[in-house]
């Protein structure tokens, strides 16, 4: 994979988990935090912080997984 595909999916899908580029992608999620630390370096991807747990109460998923990040036009 290269920055182009992971730019090409952020573009599509506009708001996406870590968890969701791990599992598309096939990739260890810090090699994609990296990658996604280029994007956002350049302003094209922002972190957003997650409000709350993920939507149950179960508390087995991985807080580092849940991580979302929105691509940006520039300019928005």
Known sequence: MILSDLR???KQQH???LKDLVNHFNVDADALR???GKWI???NVRRLTPEGNCGTSCCKCDPALTELYEWVEKGN
Do not use: D, F, P
Request: net charge positive.
């Open 8 to 10: 090409q999916y952020l």
């Open 34 to 36: 990296g990658m996604l």
């Open 41 to 43: 370096s350049k302003g």
């Open 15 to 17: 708001r996406v988990a």
